[in-house]
């Protein structure tokens, strides 16, 4: 059974100069046109921008490491993935983005829930970026492939929560109850957190359960 991660695991692009991968291009653009336009007219200007510096902060280091260490193009999607329901929840604040209201009239809830979505979203689509990039770095093999980034997924779910806190707090305490989009929830920050924890473990048990899949069919 085959868990090495990153390029060679069957990405046809990845790895080729940024002018040549076609499908990188593709997302890099539609990204770029949807954060344009929710940059127009947000609800909020000052959590709008809260919200970007998370944006400013990964989108130059994924620029910077392309060519020293590039993943593959379903990471770069996945990624993507993530950026634009970051984006959107941006332009709305998270407490008022519309796929939230929408679900919670289907299910009859109690809240706007897209921030918990969004959260959920950050252990499922980022997982297997950050395992490319754990795997490779490390060295790792086996079941370490799954362990790790997992506990990284989880690790870095829990610092968002700390700085996105203390951002709040330095910043704008006032403003900053938007950011947080606790809506009242006093364990807001704890639920999120096993929200992102749930859905890493999902990616992970879908990646073992992709390997072992290869495995009986004698692909690698």
Known sequence: MNLEAGPRSGAVYAGRPFRRNLPLQALVA???VLWL????SPYDRFDWFLENLLVLLWVPVLVLSYRRMP???LAYGLIVAFLSLHTLGSHYTYS???PGFWIQEALELDRNHYDRMVHFSFGLLLFTPL???????AGLRGYWTLALPLAVNMSFSSL???????VARIVSPEAGLA????QGDV???QKDTALAALGALIAAALTLGHAKWRAERGLG
């Open 71 to 73: 993943l593959s193009n």
């Open 96 to 98: 008022l983005a519309p």
């Open 131 to 137: 395992r490319e990039t754990v795997t490779r770095s």
């Open 179 to 182: 950011f947080l989009g606790t």
């Open 37 to 40: 336009l929710a940059a127009v």
């Open 30 to 32: 539609g990204y770029a």
């Open 187 to 189: 364990f807001d920050a």
């Open 160 to 166: 968002y929560e700390i700085l996105e806190w203390a």
